[in-house]
Structure formats: C-alpha cells, structure tokens
C-alpha cells in the first residue's frame, strides 16, 4: 500500500477518498452475481504475492547495504541453529590463526549453556526484528497527533515564532528517528535497539558466571555498571538509580523491554499489550484482596522488580529463556530451516501442480486441489498467511475461472491453508511445544494427530465438492493440468524427504531435532545430486559418487575413520567391512552432496533438467551476477550455492515472528509460576464452570478464538495451556486430547472474523470482501470446532486408551497411545476407536450437507436442521448427552448411564437419522432428473433452479 505524507507532518488517510480503487469486494464475481472485471481472475505475479504477504505482515522492503545486513544476519542464525542441530550445546568452529610462517586453521571449541543457547536465538531474532518490522509508518495515534501539533502552533503562534519552529524541529527529529512511511529504510532508533539486543547476548556469554552467582544471591547482587563500564564512573557515579540496581538489573529491564516492543512490531499491539498487563499483575496483584468472591483467587504474594527480571530474563524454567524458547532453539527453527529448504528446492509448486494433477479433472476440481495443495505446502510451511498466498496465487484465480465466487475461493484457500498446522509430519510450532508440555514424542502428537486433520480436509473436501454439485462446477482444462505420471516422474525425489522424515521419526525414533538435521542433510545432498544430473553427466555422476564412496570404504575398513579423520592422523585399526559399510552409510548424505558439487564444478553451465528451483534462488543468482557483472545466473554451482544461502535466509526471516511470539508468550506462564496463581485460577474456572465440562470446553473453545484473533496460534497454545490446560484434565480429559484440543481453536481463530488473517490475505488474491470471505472460511471450516469436541469425549478418535491402572495414576498419566494390540482387540477397538472413527467422517458429509444445503440436490431448511442434528449425534454425541445430564443436575436429577452405550445408542440414532435424510435427498434428486428429461430440459438446469428456489 503507498502512503503519502502531507504537509503537516501527517500521513493521508488512503480512505478519505480522491483516486482510490474500488473496494476489495467490489468485484462480486460468482453466479447470480454481477460481471467481474475482466482481470478478476487472472493470477497475481510473485511479486504482488510477497508485496501482499509483507503488507499482511508489516514487513520492510529493503535494499542495498540494509537488504545485505539482514540477509548475513539471517544466514548465521541459521548456521549457528545448525551447529546446535547437529553438536548440540558444545561443538567446535574452525578458525583461521595468525602464525610466524603465515595463516593455519586451528579448533575453538565453544561449550553453551542452555540459557546462552536460548540468549542468543532470541537476540539474533530481536536483531532482525527491528531491522525488518519499522516501529512506525505515521500511521499511529501518536504519528498523527504528532502531525497536527505544529499546524495549530501555526496557526495560533504564526509560522516565524520560536515556539513554532522549535515545534517543527522536535517533529523532524523524532520522524526521521522513528517513522518510516514507505517501510524501506532502517531508523536511527532501530539501530539503538539492536545495539542494546547485541549488549544483552554479549553479558550472557561473557558474564555467565555473575549470572549463576545471581540465581542465589539474587540479581542485586550484581556489579553496577559504573564498575562494567569504568569510564561512566565520572558521569553516573552519583546518581542514585544507576547505583541503587544492577548492570544485570538494568540489561534484564531492557530486554524485557524490547521483546515487549519486538511483539508489537511483529504481532501487533493487543499482544503486547496482554504480555505487559501480566507483567504488571505480577508487580501489583498483591493488592487484590484475597477475600474477594472468585477474583479474590487471583490475589498473589507480592513480588519486587528485581525478583520479576530475574525470574523472567535469567531463567531457563520460565520467563522469556523458558520452555517456548527452548523448544524453539531445539525444534521449531530447524524444521522452518527444513520447509525453507524444500520450498526453495521448487517442491512447492511441483506439490500444487500435483495436486491439480490428480484432482484437477474432477468436479469442482480447482477447489479440490487447492485443498490439497495448501496440505501439502502445510508441511513445507506451517504459516497460515504465506500458505495461503504463496498456493492462493495460483488456486484461487482458477477456482475463481470454473466458476466459485471469489469470496468462495478465497475460503477455500484460506480454510485448507489454515489447516497446515495440524497435519501432520511437520504440522506447525505449537506442535512441537506439546512434545515439551507433555512430555510426548513427536512420534506419538503425529499419531494422535493424524485422524482429526485426515477428518478436517476430507470435510473441507466435502463441502467444495457438494458447492460444484449445487453450482455445476466441473474440472479445470487441460492446460491448465499436467499428466499425473509424467508430472511425478519428473519429481518424485521431492517425496523422499518427507519419507526420510516419517522414517526417522516414527521407526527409528529419533528425536526431533536428530530427525530434522538428518533429514536437512539429505535434501541437501539430494537436490546437489539432482542438480547435477543430465544425460550427459550421468555417467560422470556415478563415477565421482562411486570414487568417493570407494575412498571412504577403503579409508573405513583400513584405517578405522573417514577420509577426514585420515588426514588428520586420527586413524588406527581397520573396521570388518559390515561396520565398514556401515559406517559408510551414516555419512552418505554428505558423499552425495560432494559428488553433486564436484560434476558441477566440471561442468559449470549444466542444464538441470530435473530440478526447477524456486523463482527466489534464480532471481538472487541473476541480481548478484548484475552486480558483479558476471553471467552467474546460467552457472548451476552458482545457484547451487545460492539456493543453500537463500534458503538459510528465507528460514531466518520466517522464524524471526515465531522466536518472537514464544519469547513473549513464554512471559505468561513465567508470572503464573513466579507467582503462584496456578492453582488458584484452576480453582477459579472449576467453581466458574460449575462442574460442567461442557461449560468448560466452550469456554475454553471460545477463549482460544477470541485470543487468537489476529495472533500466531503458537502464542494462543502456550497463554492457554498455562491457564486452562490443567482445569480440563481435572475433569477427566486425556492430557494430550485437552492440548490438541486448545491447539485446534488456536488455529480456527485465523479464519474466524473479525480478525481473520488467513481469510483477509485469501481476499486480496481473490479480490473479494474480506469479512464475507472470512464469514465462509469459518463456515467451510465448522468441522474443525466440532471434532475437537469429538475427540475430547471419545479419545479412541485421537487413538488414546486408558491405562490398566489409571486409578492409581496422577490426571496427566492416565492415557497412552494405542498399540496394533488394542486394535487387534475387537472388543475394545470397534466400539471405542471404529464406531466414533466412521460417525466422525459421516458426521462431516452430513454436516457439508447443513452447511452447504446441498447432498444430492437440494436441501431444504427443515431438512438442514435435520441433517445436523445427525452431524452432531454421529461425531459428537457426548456433547449432547453432556448437556442433558448438566440440564438435569441443575433441577437436582442426577442420571448414572453406561457411558459407552449410551455414546453406541446416539450414533445409531445420528446414523438411521442421516441414512434416511440421505436417501429422501437422493430420490428427489432422481424425480428431478427424471421431470428434467420428460420435459427435455437439462436435468444439471432442473437441479441448479431448484437449488435457488
């Protein structure tokens, strides 16, 4: 969006009127509405995809000496997380020495604790949030006050009075030091703020010893800073609040600080805001009176500053360097590193036109791949914006061209898109913060998870194919597809990462960082091989690969380590050749790199016809090679080495708004532990929700989406689970169901209107109105709110049992995974896994039906209330039969069932119910087809005009 500044120091208001285009739901496209223009559903080019997501995401565009900060900045962040990945906290850098004789190479080993592991993330992502996200475009209360402050001195005082023009220079300074309307250049301000992020990293490498000492004695007993920096003493020595705290107190505040203003840079001011009030609890709330009915739970023991900073910064156990952050270090940046990488490899368009490849032909075949394309790009991206533009670009306009409304279109998209965070094997941050919450193996939240994402795309799926039956949508052209086996034989590598990743993970049960580098490691190598492969390299490749395996074998069986190690004399007795292969084997990834790097480097101007890298490797070669004047674009070593750093970059830039989130959100459960209210508020929401736990899932359902509006579903996981994760265990829900559960509302919220993320970027691809876009999004996407209930009252869903013993276990141990043992016992799996399992995908159907009021032809209102009350006997009756008996115990009736078959008997009723209704819809759409053909009329038009009867 292009701003303009006025002369008064303000910024016009785009919405004031003059040339401005149209509103985005102007087009109003779609049957029975009017013509859009002729452009509507063209697709948009790259570029207006990546201006559309940083005006989303209110990113900067910079270029020259800023665009190369950022991007050297970015790659070693992600060297250094890949140091972590693959030594774990103590591993050894290679540097360069100055000797008598000239320069050598020589070992630094670098040992990190914990918190200096979690310091430096969060500074490296705090560094790049202020050189990436401005900290105002003038557009703010404060820019535009500020704005109108020197015209009224004008026009009271007159332009030439002192007053005035000292008014006029306060304005400049404070604009060219803060604002930044055009998002394209980095502030004086930015500059001070990263200075201060780099100081706080610094003080935890060099001064982790004070730090420790400051665990015990507290963080007062620190140096002052006249003592760290001596030169100060002259100036700062007297005054009494530089003496009276810290340098560690003072670092601490200030960190806090820019984490409070890196969250509302990136994620907005309600979220800062949030993060601050419970900042500002843990100081004052002390003074709520324990006394008080139910808010007097919230009363807490009162806390000094310096208690709070120390809790909050110098900790690994909560606060700021807490678990998010951890799992973040440990987890989450290396499989964003890992999505970057294989989007940057061009497997994300090779998914998307996978998708149209099997579904596109299809009726309502666009919309069906799209849904599957937004899967896919799910597990490369696990961002619900970038999936829904970046796959939007291309799904949308056809979708739009076969003949779904835009606002449709646009629903679709961000509906599936939204779902990549729970689909399983990558699915998204929150996911890998229930492995540490929970104490799970990722092997098992994938497991678990697996059915009810399986469940909500099928919905989805559902829904757009009952729309193309109500609107006669059919398939796309044939240009517009690609043959299925010609179109995978040509990529089907890309597939083999993501089995690589299930395999390390699920059978091999590795963890998930051991799992991601290996897998990393082996796309690397992988792409360097398909890079270099050609009919006329292929021999080439095969020989060079073979000669390196061969030296490592020999190298292996005859001195007992690599090449390498050889090298460096470390070797001894050879190895039999089993281990000798075997220990080959562990290292095959990188032979296959080398060999790829070495065909290219022999043959530099290679055409890879295999391999089509994504648009912004080959448009950094191109830019690059203008600079330098150099032909690198055709130079496949060159982009070779350009899609490595790119994709470095690219996973920093992603990761920077998910470091940020879960080093803010970490701040919560920080207060809530530091202060003892965890208890007390599970006491308060048990005695608020009256002992109902369908009161205490609605309220949980509700909280997650109100939350969640406008915020990353990672920060909405972790403020939730701290406050209401306890409460619903307490009342008999499988631990890892009630985290799924807070997780699945999470992400509802970012297609939830008002504030409806996904749906407002889907809208400017589709051109479309937002809230409408949004209002059916959240419409198509009903299922996800409704199988989280399902899942929470019937655990066999997520594939949870009960344990043996769970009477003599605590709350939070009471379940575990089922085993094929539990499904080879039938007495147990048909009617606890099978039964709820099968009522929850025809339960969807039924529930497209109510939505879309479309089965087999039309569906009347009477009929639509029919079919969902099938839909929620058939996947939720325990809400149902909840709500009765809570109804009950209010008048003082108290009810004792069979539990399971009462659960048996109301999915049969939803079952018959829905079979009937089915069967009825069908034989009026045969009397409709059979009165289309006796008056010759196209039964498709007999249909289509019952259906807007």
Same mark, same amino acid.
């Given at each position: 969006m292009t701003t303009t500044n006025r002369t008064d120091g303000g910024i016009d208001d785009p919405n004031d009127g003059g040339s401005g285009g149209p509103p985005p739901g102007g087009s109003g496209g779609g049957p029975g509405g009017e013509e859009p223009p002729e452009d509507a559903d063209e697709e948009i080019s790259r570029e207006e995809?990546?201006?559309?997501?940083?005006?989303?995401e209110r990113r900067r565009s910079l270029r020259g000496v800023a665009a190369v900060a950022v991007a050297v900045i970015g790659i070693a962040?992600?060297?250094?997380?890949?140091?972590?990945?693959a030594r774990s906290y103590t591993f050894t850098v290679w540097l360069p020495t100055v000797e008598v004789a000239g320069i050598s190479i020589a070992p630094w080993q670098i040992s990190l604790q914990l918190l200096q592991a979690n310091a430096i993330h969060v500074a490296f992502a705090l560094v790049l949030t202020f050189l990436l996200f401005p900290v105002s475009t003038g557009d703010g209360i404060f820019a535009r006050n500020l704005g109108r402050v020197v015209p009224a001195a004008s026009r009271r005082l007159g332009e030439r009075s002192p007053v005035t023009r000292v008014l006029e220079g306060v304005r400049a300074g404070v604009r060219w030091a803060l604002l930044d309307p055009e998002r394209e250049r980095v502030t004086p301000v930015d500059l001070a703020f990263v200075g201060v992020a780099f100081l706080s990293a610094f003080y935890f490498l060099t001064e982790f010893s004070e730090i420790q000492n400051m665990r015990v004695f507290g963080v007062d007993s620190g140096r002052p800073v006249t003592e760290v920096y001596a030169f100060l003493q002259p100036l700062l020595g007297g005054v009494p609040f530089v003496s009276e705290y810290s340098y560690a107190m003072l670092l601490g505040v200030a960190g806090v600080l820019l984490v409070l203003e890196g969250t509302r840079r990136t994620l907005g001011l309600p979220l800062m805001i949030i993060v601050a009030t419970f900042i500002v609890y843990a100081r004052w709330g002390y003074l709520i009176s324990s006394g008080t009915p139910f808010i007097g739970l919230? !009363?807490?023991p009162e806390l000094t500053w310096p208690d709070i900073v120390q809790n909050l910064w110098y900790n690994t156990e909560n606060g700021v360097f807490g678990i998010p952050v951890t799992v973040s270090v440990s987890f989450i940046y290396i499989f964003i590193l890992f999505g970057s990488f294989l989007e940057m490899s061009g497997a994300g368009q090779w998914f998307i036109d996978l998708a149209y490849a099997l579904t596109g032909g299809?009726?309502?075949?666009?919309a069906k791949a799209s849904i599957l394309a937004s899967g896919f790009m799910g597990t490369i991206s696990g961002s619900s914006i970038a999936n829904t533009v970046t796959t939007g670009a291309f799904t949308i306009p056809l979708m739009k061209r076969s003949g779904y409304s835009p606002e449709f279109s646009g629903a679709v998209e961000a509906s599936a898109s939204s779902g990549g965070?729970?689909?399983?094997?990558?699915?998204?941050?929150? !996911?890998?913060?229930?492995?540490?919450?929970?104490?799970?193996?990722?092997a098992d939240i994938i497991i678990i998870a697996t059915i009810p994402a399986i469940v909500f795309f099928f919905g989805v799926w559902v829904m757009v194919h009952l729309k193309a039956v109500q609107e006669g949508i059919g398939g796309v052209s044939g240009e517009d597809t690609v043959s299925f086996w010609s179109h995978l034989k040509r990529g089907w590598f890309y597939l083999l990462p993501i089995g690589l990743l299930l395999y390390y993970l699920i059978i091999e049960r590795l963890s998930v960082s051991r799992s991601a580098w290996f897998t990393l490691v082996a796309l690397v190598g992988l792409i360097a091989l398909v890079s270099a492969y050609s009919e006329e390299t292929r021999l080439r490749l095969l020989a060079v690969f073979a000669a390196i395996v061969g030296i490592e074998f020999a190298s292996h069986a005859l001195a007992g380590v690599n090449v390498g190690g050889l090298l460096a004399g470390s070797g001894g007795a050879g190895l039999p050749p089993a281990e000798a292969a075997t220990a080959l084997l562990a290292g095959i990834e990188w032979y296959a790199m080398l060999a790829g790097a070495l065909t290219l480097l022999s043959k530099p101007d290679l055409d890879a016809s295999l391999l089509d890298l994504n648009p912004s490797v080959r448009d950094t070669a191109?830019?690059?090679?203008?600079?330098?004047?150099?032909?690198?674009?055709d130079s496949q070593p060159f982009k070779l080495g350009t899609f490595v750093v790119t994709s470095m970059e690219q996973g920093a830039r992603t990761a920077v708004?998910?470091?940020?989130?879960?080093a803010a959100a970490g701040i919560i459960p920080g207060v809530i532990s530091v202060s003892g209210l965890g208890p007390n508020l599970t006491s308060l929401l048990l005695a608020l929700s009256g002992g109902s736990i369908v009161i205490m899932l609605l309220v949980t359902a509700v909280s997650s989406i109100i939350l969640g509006m406008g915020m990353p579903t990672t920060v909405t996981y972790i403020i939730l689970i701290s406050m209401l994760a306890t409460p619903l265990v307490e009342f008999g829900i499988p631990l890892l169901a009630a985290h799924l559960f807070i997780l699945y509302f999470g992400v509802i919220a970012d297609i939830t209107p008002p504030v409806a993320v996904a749906a407002y970027a889907a809208s400017g691809v589709a051109k479309s109105d937002p809230f409408e876009t949004g209002v059916k999004a959240f419409s198509l996407s009903l299922n996800k709110a409704i199988v989280p209930f399902a899942f929470v009252l019937a655990p066999g869903i997520v594939l949870l049992r009960e344990k043996a013993n769970a009477a003599d276990l605590p709350l939070r141990e009471r379940?575990?995974?089922?085993?094929?043992e539990d499904l080879a016992e039938l007495s147990y799996s048909v009617p606890e896994v099978l039964v709820p399992v099968v009522g929850v995908f025809l339960g969807v159907i039924a529930l497209g039906a109510t939505v879309i009021g479309t089965l087999y032809t039309r569906v009347g209102r009477v009929a639509r209330g029919a079919f969902a009350l099938s839909s929620l006997l058939l996947m939720a009756p325990g809400l149902l039969s909840e709500s009765v008996f809570d109804t009950l115990g209010l008048v003082g009736v108290s009810v004792s069932v069979n539990a399971l078959l009462l659960d048996l008997t109301l999915r049969g009723a939803g079952l018959a119910l829905f079979a009937l209704l089915a069967l009825r819809n069908r034989r009026k759409a045969d009397f409709e087809g059979d009165e289309g053909a006796g008056t010759g009329a196209d039964p498709a038009e007999v249909a289509s005009g019952a259906d807007s009867a």
């Open positions: 995809a990546d201006e559309l997501i940083q005006e989303i962040f992600s060297v250094f997380q890949l140091f972590l990945a919230l !009363a807490i299809r009726k309502g075949g666009p965070q729970i689909l399983p094997p990558v699915m998204g941050a929150a !996911a890998f913060l229930m492995v540490q919450y929970t104490a799970t193996p990722f191109e830019t690059i090679g203008d600079r330098t004047g150099r032909d690198l674009e708004p998910v470091v940020v989130a879960v379940y575990r995974v089922i085993g094929f």
